[in-house]
Nanobody
Framework: VQLVESGGGLVQAGGSLRLACAAS????????MGWFRQAPGKEREEISC????????YYTNSGKGRFTISRDYAKNTVYLQMNSLKPEDTAVYYC??????????????WGQGTQVTVSS
């Protein structure tokens, strides 16, 4: 399984970005998918996850309210729409996938990350 993120870049505070994560390879092995981020000098943190059971979505405090996760099964792609971006959202954003159909903490597959920089 390969996960490739895209859509990162430089944006002004208050702006929006939509990240995409395209899965390829043995995509039948992946079920729940999530987004994480890691800012310089900080630990990686989870933002959101989408279940493959019924499409239920979960958000941590980092993603709640401004970010929306979605999934297109036909394209094997998961998205993260980010609105009202703040400088503290600056980080490398990663997508990840679990073999488990429900969101948990066993993310086996990881993308290489995409940089998001929010200027003030």
């Amino acid at each position: 399984v390969q996960l490739v993120e895209s859509g990162g870049g430089l944006v002004q505070a208050g702006g929006s970005l939509r990240l995409a994560c395209a899965a390829s390879g043995s995509t039948s092995d992946i079920n729940a998918m999530g987004w994480f981020r890691q800012a310089p000098g900080k630990e990686r943190e989870e933002i959101s996850c989408i279940s493959s059971i019924d499409g239920s979505t979960y958000y941590t405090n980092s993603g709640k309210g401004r970010f929306t996760i979605s999934r297109d099964y036909a394209k094997n792609t998961v998205y993260l729409q980010m609105n009202s971006l703040k400088p503290e959202d600056t980080a490398v954003y990663y997508c990840a996938a679990e073999e488990d159909p429900d969101c948990g903490d066993e993310f086996t597959y990881w993308g290489q990350g995409t940089q998001v920089t929010v200027s003030s």
